[in-house]
Every structure is written in C-alpha cells, then in structure tokens.
C-alpha cells in the first residue's frame, strides 16, 4: 500500500482556471503539508496543517487554500490558475512530535 | 529561526569513488537534522536523521552523515557510489521543542559518471 498517494500525477490546465490536487495518506499522522518545488528544485512549504492547526506560508498567494475533509486527507485547491503556479507540488505528513516527513509522488502542474 | 546552506549544488562522481555531500545549518536552539534524497521524477525519501545520540548516523543505501555540533554540520558521505545512486539530495533541521515543521536546502544534485 502507497503510504501517501496524490492524484493526479500529471495537471495540465489553462490559465485562470481553478483545480484541486487530493492527498491521502494511511500512515495514521496527525499532520499533513503541502510543499512547492520549482524548476531549480528548491522545496518551500506551503501549509502544514493538523487537526487543531493550519499554519500557512506567509509568502502563499490566498489563491491557494487547503482543504481537509478529515484526518488521512489534505487536498490542495487552486484559483485563477498563474503561469507561474507551474511546479511539481508535494503532499506529505508526519506523526505527532514527530520528525521526519513522509513525502507522496508529486503532482506536475503545467498551466498555460 | 533555523536555515540550511547546502554549499555544491551539483557533484559529479565516478561509479566507486567516495562521495561528500556538505551541509550546514543555523540555528538559535537545539536542532533536528535529516537527509532525504529524490530519484528523478519521484517525491522525497528520508536517508537518515540525527535526533541525538551518537554523531555519526547511519542511513540507507550504505549513506552516514557525522552531526558536528561545534561547525554547525551535517555532511553526508559514501564510501563508494553507485550508478543508482544519482538523484537530488536535500538537507534538512528542524528545531527542537518547535513546530516541527522543517527548512530545508536548496539541494546537491549527485551525478554517478561510469
């Protein structure tokens, strides 16, 4: 079983168009991220929310907001797509007090 | 607040030479420390993690990295790479008794040359 899992893979969309990535993970964490890598693969966090706090990224436009229908699952919406949303965006989660993050596949979001 | 400085941003290495990737931090307060690696078009991976104890870490795939509290250091090395070894590796700390949330560098971009 994939420990955490986002869909699509692959997000190809036009400018000003709103999307969703889905995140699940079954790994029982209580706490999930979202994180941008651009081109040069640098990795910024977006959000890291659980289930009494969202902290965002101050530096996120509020284009983006995170939706969590409950604990296992942290969904990344998207409005007025930008050329400049164009990146590979990571879904990942750690458990309480915890440490390490266990990172999903990606999903490659390509807006023209 | 904490930050990583990874200082190469690429390194290139033929298959069965050692390997030194090198990473730095700062930091006001005690610190977590981790190394996580990404083959190409996949998401990241933890190699190891200092939480304390010993400083010398052991990871995965043959990889250690020695914590030297003193140069405010985390290097990673290989003994000898492999081909399958070339990838992206990330540098990570997080800090103690915070929010866990990690920073991580801007990445070493490993090339394993036959």
């Known amino acids: 079983d994939t420990a955490v899992s986002q869909t699509p893979k692959y997000l190809v969309t036009q400018m000003g168009n709103d999307k969703s990535i889905k995140c699940e993970q079954n790994?029982?964490?209580?706490?999930m991220y979202w994180y941008k890598q651009d081109s040069k693969k640098f990795l910024k966090i977006m959000f890291s929310y659980n289930n009494k706090e969202l902290i965002i990224n101050e530096t996120v436009p509020n284009r983006f907001s995170p939706k969590s229908p409950d604990k296992a699952h942290l969904n990344l919406h998207i409005n007025s797509l930008e050329l400049g949303d164009s990146a590979v965006y990571f879904c990942?989660?750690?458990?309480?007090?915890?440490?390490?993050?266990?990172f999903g596949p990606g999903t490659r979001l390509t807006v023209t | 607040a904490q930050s990583v400085t990874q200082l190469d941003s690429q390194v290139p290495v033929f298959e069965e030479a050692p390997v030194e990737l090198r990473c730095n931090y700062s930091?006001?307060?005690?610190?977590?420390l981790f190394w996580y690696v990404q083959y190409p078009n996949q998401g990241l991976q933890l190699l190891l993690k200092y939480l304390s104890g010993s400083t010398l870490v052991k990871g995965i795939n043959g990889f250690e990295a020695e914590f030297n509290k003193s140069q405010t250091s985390f290097h990673l090395r290989k003994p000898s790479v492999h081909i399958s070894d070339t990838a992206e590796y990330f540098c990570?700390?997080?800090?103690?008794?915070?929010?866990?949330?990690?920073?991580f560098g801007r990445g070493t971009s490993l090339i394993v040359h036959p």
């Open positions: 990570a700390v997080s800090e103690r008794g915070g929010s866990y949330i990690p920073t």
């Open positions: 990942a989660s750690s458990p309480r007090g915890g440490n390490e993050q266990y």
């Open positions: 930091s006001s307060v005690s610190v977590y």
């Open positions: 790994l029982g964490h209580d706490t």
